[in-house]
Protein backbone atom coordinates (compact mmCIF):
# COMPACT_ATOMS: atom_id res chain seq x y z
CA UNK A 1 0.00 0.00 0.00
CA UNK A 2 1.24 3.36 -1.00
CA UNK A 3 0.96 6.19 0.20
CA UNK A 4 -0.71 9.66 -1.28
CA UNK A 5 -0.76 12.86 -0.04
CA UNK A 6 -2.87 15.82 -1.58
CA UNK A 7 -3.01 19.36 -0.79
CA UNK A 8 -5.66 21.67 -2.36
CA UNK A 9 -3.41 24.83 -2.96
CA UNK A 10 -5.53 27.54 -3.37
CA UNK A 11 -6.68 30.83 -2.38
CA UNK A 12 -7.37 32.55 1.21
CA UNK A 13 -10.36 31.25 2.91
CA UNK A 14 -12.91 30.72 0.00
CA UNK A 15 -15.52 31.35 1.95
CA UNK A 16 -15.12 34.57 3.05
CA UNK A 17 -17.02 36.55 0.28
CA UNK A 18 -16.88 40.29 -0.15
CA UNK A 19 -12.71 41.08 0.00
CA UNK A 20 -10.15 40.59 -2.59
CA UNK A 21 -8.82 37.28 -3.48
CA UNK A 22 -5.45 36.56 -2.14
CA UNK A 23 -2.85 33.82 -1.93
CA UNK A 24 -1.37 34.41 1.51
CA UNK A 25 -1.66 31.19 2.68
CA UNK A 26 0.88 29.93 -0.16
CA UNK A 27 3.50 32.10 1.90
CA UNK A 28 3.13 29.36 4.66
CA UNK A 29 4.06 26.27 2.76
CA UNK A 30 7.37 26.12 3.26
CA UNK A 31 7.44 25.07 6.40
CA UNK A 32 4.89 22.01 5.41
CA UNK A 33 7.49 21.13 2.84
CA UNK A 34 10.18 20.87 4.73
CA UNK A 35 7.88 18.40 7.21
CA UNK A 36 7.57 16.50 3.96
CA UNK A 37 11.16 16.24 3.23
CA UNK A 38 11.75 14.74 6.76
CA UNK A 39 9.74 12.08 6.13
CA UNK A 40 10.35 11.51 2.29
CA UNK A 41 7.07 12.50 1.42
CA UNK A 42 6.70 14.27 -1.96
CA UNK A 43 3.14 15.91 -1.79
CA UNK A 44 0.59 16.38 -4.75
CA UNK A 45 -0.21 20.06 -4.63
CA UNK A 46 -3.18 20.47 -6.79
CA UNK A 47 -2.83 24.23 -7.73
CA UNK A 48 -6.22 26.66 -8.61
CA UNK A 49 -5.76 29.13 -11.46
CA UNK A 50 -5.07 32.12 -8.66
CA UNK A 51 -2.31 30.48 -7.42
CA UNK A 52 -0.86 30.31 -11.61
CA UNK A 53 -0.58 33.67 -11.21
CA UNK A 54 1.06 34.55 -7.62
CA UNK A 55 4.73 35.52 -8.56
CA UNK A 56 5.43 33.82 -5.30
CA UNK A 57 3.79 31.08 -6.19
CA UNK A 58 5.73 30.33 -9.43
CA UNK A 59 9.10 30.54 -7.97
CA UNK A 60 7.95 28.08 -4.84
CA UNK A 61 6.46 25.30 -6.84
CA UNK A 62 8.73 25.42 -9.99
CA UNK A 63 11.87 24.66 -7.55
CA UNK A 64 9.79 22.25 -5.93
CA UNK A 65 9.29 20.64 -9.40
CA UNK A 66 12.69 21.28 -10.42
CA UNK A 67 14.05 19.17 -7.59
CA UNK A 68 11.39 16.77 -7.50
CA UNK A 69 9.89 17.14 -4.01
CA UNK A 70 6.72 17.37 -5.36
CA UNK A 71 4.01 17.13 -7.89
CA UNK A 72 1.89 19.85 -9.35
CA UNK A 73 -1.69 18.94 -10.17
CA UNK A 74 -4.81 20.64 -10.76
CA UNK A 75 -7.68 22.13 -8.83
CA UNK A 76 -10.60 23.51 -10.65
CA UNK A 77 -12.38 26.47 -9.01
CA UNK A 78 -15.17 27.02 -11.26
CA UNK A 79 -15.74 30.41 -9.33
CA UNK A 80 -11.99 31.76 -10.15
CA UNK A 81 -10.99 29.72 -13.01
CA UNK A 82 -12.08 32.04 -16.73
CA UNK A 83 -14.20 31.97 -19.02
CA UNK A 84 -16.69 33.67 -16.77
CA UNK A 85 -20.43 34.41 -17.63
CA UNK A 86 -22.53 37.49 -16.51
CA UNK A 87 -24.90 35.50 -14.46
CA UNK A 88 -25.39 34.52 -10.80
CA UNK A 89 -23.03 31.32 -10.17
CA UNK A 90 -20.98 31.82 -13.00
CA UNK A 91 -18.98 35.15 -12.57
CA UNK A 92 -15.52 35.54 -11.18
CA UNK A 93 -15.19 35.12 -7.56
CA UNK A 94 -19.28 34.68 -7.39
CA UNK A 95 -20.90 33.71 -3.82
CA UNK A 96 -22.79 30.83 -5.22
CA UNK A 97 -20.00 28.47 -5.77
CA UNK A 98 -21.21 26.23 -8.68
CA UNK A 99 -20.30 22.54 -9.27
CA UNK A 100 -18.16 21.55 -11.98
CA UNK A 101 -21.08 19.08 -12.47
CA UNK A 102 -23.52 21.65 -13.22
CA UNK A 103 -21.72 23.91 -15.23
CA UNK A 104 -22.73 23.48 -19.51
CA UNK A 105 -20.39 21.29 -21.15
CA UNK A 106 -18.58 23.80 -23.19
CA UNK A 107 -17.61 25.95 -20.31
CA UNK A 108 -16.71 23.46 -18.71
CA UNK A 109 -14.02 22.35 -21.34
CA UNK A 110 -12.83 25.96 -21.45
CA UNK A 111 -12.13 26.21 -17.84
CA UNK A 112 -10.33 22.95 -17.79
CA UNK A 113 -7.97 23.80 -20.82
CA UNK A 114 -7.84 27.43 -19.23
CA UNK A 115 -6.54 25.88 -16.42
CA UNK A 116 -4.29 23.28 -17.84
CA UNK A 117 -2.17 26.00 -20.13
CA UNK A 118 -2.10 28.25 -17.03
CA UNK A 119 0.09 25.48 -14.60
CA UNK A 120 1.98 24.32 -17.84
CA UNK A 121 3.12 28.36 -18.16
CA UNK A 122 3.28 29.38 -14.57
CA UNK A 123 4.98 26.31 -13.22
CA UNK A 124 7.23 24.52 -16.55
CA UNK A 125 5.22 21.13 -16.88
CA UNK A 126 1.64 19.95 -18.08
CA UNK A 127 -0.31 18.78 -15.17
CA UNK A 128 -1.72 14.71 -15.22
CA UNK A 129 -3.86 15.20 -11.91
CA UNK A 130 -6.68 16.88 -11.25
CA UNK A 131 -9.11 17.73 -7.80
CA UNK A 132 -12.39 18.71 -8.84
CA UNK A 133 -13.33 21.76 -6.43
CA UNK A 134 -16.15 20.76 -4.13
CA UNK A 135 -15.85 17.27 -5.27
CA UNK A 136 -17.83 18.17 -8.12
CA UNK A 137 -17.35 15.35 -10.47
CA UNK A 138 -18.66 12.92 -13.17
CA UNK A 139 -18.09 10.99 -16.46
CA UNK A 140 -18.72 14.14 -19.07
CA UNK A 141 -15.37 16.29 -16.61
CA UNK A 142 -13.67 12.62 -16.80
CA UNK A 143 -13.93 12.90 -20.52
CA UNK A 144 -12.77 16.43 -21.00
CA UNK A 145 -9.59 15.91 -18.72
CA UNK A 146 -9.12 12.61 -21.13
CA UNK A 147 -9.11 14.64 -23.49
CA UNK A 148 -6.86 17.00 -22.22
CA UNK A 149 -4.02 13.97 -21.68
CA UNK A 150 -4.47 13.93 -17.61
CA UNK A 151 -4.02 10.49 -16.34
CA UNK A 152 -5.98 10.18 -12.50
CA UNK A 153 -8.37 12.33 -10.52
CA UNK A 154 -8.99 12.38 -6.78
CA UNK A 155 -12.08 14.05 -6.60
CA UNK A 156 -14.90 11.20 -5.59
CA UNK A 157 -15.69 11.28 -1.91
CA UNK A 158 -17.09 7.36 -1.25
CA UNK A 159 -19.91 7.20 0.96
CA UNK A 160 -20.44 11.16 1.22
CA UNK A 161 -22.82 13.05 -0.61
CA UNK A 162 -23.34 16.23 -1.55
CA UNK A 163 -26.89 16.50 -3.35
CA UNK A 164 -28.38 18.70 -0.55
CA UNK A 165 -25.22 21.38 -0.86
CA UNK A 166 -26.39 24.24 -3.65
CA UNK A 167 -23.89 25.39 -5.85
CA UNK A 168 -25.73 27.20 -8.74
CA UNK A 169 -28.72 29.21 -8.59
CA UNK A 170 -31.37 26.61 -9.84
CA UNK A 171 -29.17 24.11 -10.27
CA UNK A 172 -28.61 20.43 -9.18
CA UNK A 173 -25.93 20.86 -6.39
CA UNK A 174 -23.68 18.39 -5.51
CA UNK A 175 -22.81 15.00 -6.52
CA UNK A 176 -23.88 11.61 -4.57
CA UNK A 177 -20.70 8.91 -3.40
CA UNK A 178 -22.76 7.35 -1.03
CA UNK A 179 -22.46 4.22 -2.94
CA UNK A 180 -18.96 4.72 -3.75
CA UNK A 181 -15.65 2.88 -2.09
CA UNK A 182 -12.38 3.97 -1.95
CA UNK A 183 -10.92 1.46 -4.11
CA UNK A 184 -9.42 2.95 -7.76
CA UNK A 185 -11.48 2.54 -10.99
CA UNK A 186 -11.37 3.72 -14.26
CA UNK A 187 -13.58 5.60 -16.53
CA UNK A 188 -13.10 4.00 -20.36
CA UNK A 189 -12.86 6.04 -23.21
CA UNK A 190 -12.46 4.99 -27.11
CA UNK A 191 -9.01 7.04 -26.66
CA UNK A 192 -8.25 5.90 -23.11
CA UNK A 193 -9.02 5.82 -19.59
CA UNK A 194 -8.60 8.16 -16.44
CA UNK A 195 -8.11 6.96 -13.30
CA UNK A 196 -9.93 7.50 -10.37
CA UNK A 197 -8.25 6.99 -6.75
CA UNK A 198 -10.88 8.49 -4.40
CA UNK A 199 -10.05 10.38 -1.26
CA UNK A 200 -9.62 7.54 1.55
CA UNK A 201 -12.96 7.81 2.83
CA UNK A 202 -13.94 4.92 5.03
CA UNK A 203 -16.17 3.25 7.96
CA UNK A 204 -13.86 1.65 10.27
CA UNK A 205 -16.94 0.39 12.91
CA UNK A 206 -18.43 -2.99 12.58
CA UNK A 207 -20.88 -4.00 11.30
CA UNK A 208 -19.87 -0.57 8.54
CA UNK A 209 -16.61 -2.05 7.97
CA UNK A 210 -17.59 -5.31 6.83
CA UNK A 211 -20.37 -5.06 4.86
CA UNK A 212 -20.86 -2.79 1.73
CA UNK A 213 -24.80 -2.86 1.51
CA UNK A 214 -25.17 -2.16 5.34
CA UNK A 215 -22.85 0.68 5.09
CA UNK A 216 -24.78 2.39 1.89
CA UNK A 217 -28.04 1.73 3.37
CA UNK A 218 -26.63 3.57 6.53
CA UNK A 219 -25.33 6.57 5.10
CA UNK A 220 -28.20 6.98 2.24
CA UNK A 221 -30.48 6.85 5.61
CA UNK A 222 -29.04 8.69 8.61
CA UNK A 223 -30.47 11.89 8.02
CA UNK A 224 -34.38 10.57 7.40
CA UNK A 225 -34.28 8.59 10.59
CA UNK A 226 -34.39 9.50 14.34
CA UNK A 227 -33.19 6.30 15.26
CA UNK A 228 -30.30 5.68 12.75
CA UNK A 229 -28.88 9.64 14.00
CA UNK A 230 -29.28 8.31 17.57
CA UNK A 231 -27.62 4.87 16.39
CA UNK A 232 -24.77 7.07 15.16
CA UNK A 233 -24.58 9.36 18.09
CA UNK A 234 -24.11 6.53 20.23
CA UNK A 235 -21.69 3.93 18.04
CA UNK A 236 -21.02 5.38 14.75
CA UNK A 237 -19.77 9.32 15.79
CA UNK A 238 -17.64 10.67 12.88
CA UNK A 239 -17.93 7.71 10.84
CA UNK A 240 -17.19 7.62 8.38
CA UNK A 241 -13.23 8.58 8.75
CA UNK A 242 -11.57 10.64 6.20
CA UNK A 243 -8.04 10.48 6.16
CA UNK A 244 -8.35 14.30 6.55
CA UNK A 245 -6.43 16.02 10.06
CA UNK A 246 -9.49 17.79 11.01
CA UNK A 247 -9.44 19.72 14.14
CA UNK A 248 -10.97 16.79 16.32
CA UNK A 249 -8.67 13.81 14.95
CA UNK A 250 -5.53 12.54 17.00
CA UNK A 251 -3.10 9.71 16.32
CA UNK A 252 -6.06 7.11 17.08
CA UNK A 253 -7.76 7.95 14.04
CA UNK A 254 -5.34 7.84 11.51
CA UNK A 255 -4.48 3.94 13.20
CA UNK A 256 -8.15 3.61 12.40
CA UNK A 257 -8.25 4.23 8.86
CA UNK A 258 -4.60 3.06 8.35
CA UNK A 259 -5.64 -0.25 9.68
CA UNK A 260 -8.86 -0.75 7.76
CA UNK A 261 -7.19 0.17 4.65
CA UNK A 262 -4.51 -2.67 5.30
CA UNK A 263 -7.74 -5.09 5.79
CA UNK A 264 -9.14 -4.04 2.66
CA UNK A 265 -6.46 -4.03 0.66
CA UNK A 266 -6.43 -1.23 -0.48
CA UNK A 267 -3.41 0.13 -3.20
CA UNK A 268 -2.91 2.99 -1.76
CA UNK A 269 -4.57 5.84 0.95
CA UNK A 270 -5.42 9.61 -0.05
CA UNK A 271 -4.70 11.93 2.55
CA UNK A 272 -6.83 15.49 1.98
CA UNK A 273 -6.27 18.94 3.27
CA UNK A 274 -6.04 22.75 2.06
CA UNK A 275 -3.11 24.78 1.95
CA UNK A 276 -5.23 27.34 3.61
CA UNK A 277 -5.52 25.21 6.69
CA UNK A 278 -1.47 25.84 7.26
CA UNK A 279 -1.93 29.89 7.68
CA UNK A 280 -3.93 30.84 11.27
CA UNK A 281 -6.88 32.23 10.23
CA UNK A 282 -6.59 31.58 6.98
CA UNK A 283 -9.66 28.57 7.14
CA UNK A 284 -12.13 27.79 9.53
CA UNK A 285 -10.48 24.60 10.30
CA UNK A 286 -7.53 26.61 11.59
CA UNK A 287 -8.17 29.35 13.44
CA UNK A 288 -4.97 30.56 15.29
CA UNK A 289 -1.42 29.76 15.87
CA UNK A 290 -2.01 26.92 18.62
CA UNK A 291 -4.24 25.20 15.87
CA UNK A 292 -1.77 25.31 13.48
CA UNK A 293 1.16 23.74 16.40
CA UNK A 294 -1.45 20.98 16.71
CA UNK A 295 -1.82 20.14 13.13
CA UNK A 296 1.50 19.55 12.58
CA UNK A 297 2.13 17.88 15.70
CA UNK A 298 -0.76 15.27 14.15
CA UNK A 299 1.23 15.18 10.78
CA UNK A 300 4.39 14.21 12.09
CA UNK A 301 2.96 11.61 14.20
CA UNK A 302 1.02 10.20 11.11
CA UNK A 303 4.19 10.35 9.38
CA UNK A 304 6.43 8.52 11.87
CA UNK A 305 3.35 5.78 11.59
CA UNK A 306 3.29 5.58 7.85
CA UNK A 307 7.63 5.20 8.62
CA UNK A 308 7.29 2.55 11.10
CA UNK A 309 4.79 0.67 9.22
CA UNK A 310 6.87 1.02 5.84
CA UNK A 311 4.06 2.78 3.54
CA UNK A 312 6.05 4.84 0.93
CA UNK A 313 4.88 7.94 -0.17
CA UNK A 314 4.10 8.23 -4.38
CA UNK A 315 2.15 11.44 -6.21
CA UNK A 316 -1.22 10.76 -7.53
CA UNK A 317 0.20 10.46 -11.52
CA UNK A 318 2.88 8.31 -10.01
CA UNK A 319 0.31 5.72 -8.15
CA UNK A 320 -1.79 5.86 -11.75
CA UNK A 321 1.48 4.91 -13.24
CA UNK A 322 1.79 1.97 -10.37
CA UNK A 323 -1.86 0.99 -10.46
CA UNK A 324 -3.22 -1.75 -12.85
CA UNK A 325 -6.47 -2.39 -13.53
Same mark, same amino acid.
Given at each position: ?36 ? @????? +? ?44 ? &? ?7 ? &? ?28 ? %? ?13 ? &?? $? ?77 ? @???? $? ?15 ? +? ?9 ? *? ?15 ? %???? *? ?26 ? $? ?20
Amino acid at each position: MEFILTIDTEGDNQWDYGRELTVENIKYVPRFQALCD @KYQIR +PTYLVTSEVCDDPFSKELFSDYLSNNKAEIGAHLHSWTTPPFLDKE &GFRFNDSNH &GYATELPENILSEKITNLTNQIEASFGERP %FSFRSGRYGFNEVLA &GI $LRDNSYLVDSSVTPYISWSSHAGIPGGIGGPDFIDKTPYPYNYNFPEGSLLEIPITILPTRFPLNKNKAIASHFFNNVE @KSIF $LRAFRKLFYNKQPLWLR +PNIWMDISHFE *EVVNESITMKLPCIVMI %FHSS *ELMPGCSIYRSDKESIEKLYDVLERFFM $LLHNRNIDSVTLTEAAKIIKL
